[in-house]
């Protein structure tokens, strides 16, 4: 993927999470009440740069590495479409948790 995201921004590729009722009955995405995202990620900013007013006060580098999985708000990613592929932005921010 030929993109390099800003500041604290993630960039990842939502897992499909494909559900099954205890009868092996299997529950669509479209249908699923989830109001969350679990994805891999594909590219990460360099990080934050923290100032006050003019002055740089500290750099915070990024805590999530290409390749780790992360879950999300809905509410907070924001979806483009690169090379066919669908992938979500968030800022670290709005990232709730990282999967190890």
Same mark, same amino acid.
């Given at each position: 993927?030929?993109?390099?995201?800003?500041?604290?921004?993630?960039?990842?590729?939502?897992?499909?999470?494909?559900?099954?009722?205890?009868?092996?009955?299997?529950?669509?995405?479209?249908?699923?009440?989830?109001?969350? $995202?679990?994805?891999?990620? %594909?590219? &990460? *900013?360099?990080? !934050? @740069?923290?100032?006050?007013?003019?002055?740089?006060?500290? $750099?915070?580098?990024?805590? %999530?590495? &290409? *390749?780790?999985? !992360? @879950?999300?708000?809905?509410?907070?990613?924001?979806?483009?479409?690169?090379?066919?592929?669908?992938?979500?932005?968030?800022?670290?921010?709005?990232?709730?948790?990282?999967?190890?």
């Amino acid at each position: 993927m030929n993109i390099k995201p800003l500041n604290d921004v993630i960039i990842f590729e939502k897992m499909s999470e494909e559900k099954k009722t205890e009868t092996g009955i299997i529950i669509p995405e479209a249908t699923s009440n989830t109001r969350f $995202f679990k994805g891999k990620v %594909v590219a &990460v *900013g360099p990080g !934050i @740069v923290i100032r006050r007013g003019f002055e740089e006060i500290e $750099f915070v580098p990024m805590d %999530v590495q &290409v *390749g780790e999985t !992360i @879950v999300a708000s809905k509410q907070s990613c924001t979806e483009i479409e690169l090379e066919g592929h669908k992938y979500y932005m968030v800022s670290q921010a709005q990232a709730l948790t990282r999967i190890v």
